[in-house]
């Protein structure tokens, strides 16, 4: 996790230090002049990636998430020439648990416990907010704008699916347990990479793709009396996200 991050931000840092250079080198008359804030709205896709999307149910990281909308306010301020500090408030739904996920995990319960059988009901969705800020650079190219950014911060959930699992024919686990469905809050990173077309009277449309990872939130199980078979204690989040927009400068 540290390592991506890391990547991320040595290559942002590798961009601007060179196109500074570059800057450095002309004419105090030919020096770029600081680019203006911005703010604006956007929605798009965001995919779930990685452990968040996988249905193993052998996995205890797998999260069964899917493919859902995402909204939110992207902007930046400018402090010295192309730098920024930019921000992204976001909120996204990646779904929730489908009857075949269902079908799968109960089997697992089934198998793992050498139960006769195994009833699983899952509730509620995958939704959260994304907060992130971080260093930005821009490039400009006539009437494009060219933004990077690495950034931090945290995933908000307001709910992650719930399970509830019924066994039959296990002494050792006779009641239902409930894998509950948690509003933790994660610290959380990634970068980001968009293109603003300059409409003229301090208006541009966006397209931006974002990448946001994280540990995820705790997740607590109730009415386990059994350790045996799948236990979810942690749920990591991955997202990539594919956004438009629309942005005002300032």
Same mark, same amino acid.
């Given at each position: 996790?540290?390592?991506?991050?890391?990547?991320?931000?040595? =290559?942002?840092?590798?961009?601007?230090?060179?196109? =500074?250079?570059?800057?450095?080198?002309?004419?105090?008359?030919?020096?770029?002049?600081?680019?203006?804030?911005?703010?604006?709205? /956007?929605?798009?896709?965001?995919?779930?990636?990685?452990? /968040?999307?996988?249905?193993?149910?052998?996995?205890?990281?797998?999260?069964?998430?899917?493919?859902?909308?995402?909204?939110?306010?992207?902007?930046?301020?400018?402090?010295?020439?192309?730098?920024?500090?930019?921000? &992204?408030?976001?909120?996204?739904?990646?779904?929730?648990?489908?009857?075949?996920?269902?079908?799968?995990?109960?089997?697992?319960?089934?198998?793992?416990?050498?139960?006769?059988?195994?009833?699983?009901?899952?509730?509620?969705?995958?939704?959260?907010?994304? $907060?992130?800020?971080?260093?930005?650079?821009?490039?400009?190219?006539?009437?494009?704008? /060219?933004?990077?950014?690495?950034?931090?911060?945290?995933?908000?959930? &307001?709910?992650?699916?719930?399970?509830?699992?019924? $066994?039959?024919?296990?002494?050792?686990?006779?009641?239902? /347990?409930?894998?509950?469905?948690?509003?933790?809050?994660?610290?959380?990173?990634?970068?980001? =990479? =968009? $293109?603003?077309?300059?409409?003229?009277?301090?208006?541009?449309?966006?397209?931006?793709?974002?990448?946001?990872?994280?540990?995820?939130?705790? $997740?607590?199980? &109730?009415?386990?009396?059994?350790?045996?078979?799948?236990?979810?204690?942690?749920?990591?989040?991955?997202?990539?996200?594919?956004?438009?927009?629309?942005?005002?400068?300032?």
């Amino acid at each position: 996790m540290k390592k991506i991050f890391t990547l991320i931000t040595a =290559a942002l840092m590798m961009l601007i230090v060179l196109n =500074a250079r570059a800057q450095d080198s002309q004419n105090d008359g030919d020096a770029p002049a600081k680019l203006k804030s911005y703010i604006g709205i /956007f929605g798009g896709q965001s995919r779930a990636l990685s452990d /968040f999307k996988s249905t193993d149910y052998s996995n205890p990281k797998a999260g069964f998430a899917k493919n859902g909308f995402v909204m939110g306010i992207d902007g930046a301020v400018y402090f010295y020439k192309h730098f920024a500090i930019g921000y &992204t408030i976001s909120k996204q739904d990646q779904g929730n648990l489908t009857f075949d996920d269902d079908q799968k995990i109960s089997q697992g319960y089934t198998d793992d416990f050498k139960a006769d059988g195994s009833t699983v009901t899952a509730d509620k969705r995958y939704r959260s907010y994304n $907060i992130l800020l971080g260093p930005q650079y821009t490039f400009v190219y006539h009437s494009l704008r /060219f933004d990077l950014r690495a950034s931090a911060g945290v995933i908000k959930n &307001t709910a992650t699916p719930s399970v509830e699992v019924a $066994i039959t024919g296990v002494p050792a686990q006779t009641a239902t /347990f409930t894998q509950q469905s948690s509003k933790g809050t994660a610290f959380a990173y990634g970068g980001s =990479a =968009a $293109i603003r077309f300059d409409m003229g009277s301090g208006w541009d449309l966006l397209l931006k793709g974002n990448y946001v990872k994280s540990d995820g939130p705790t $997740i607590s199980t &109730t009415g386990r009396t059994s350790n045996v078979a799948r236990i979810v204690t942690k749920q990591p989040m991955t997202e990539g996200q594919i956004v438009f927009g629309l942005v005002k400068e300032f």
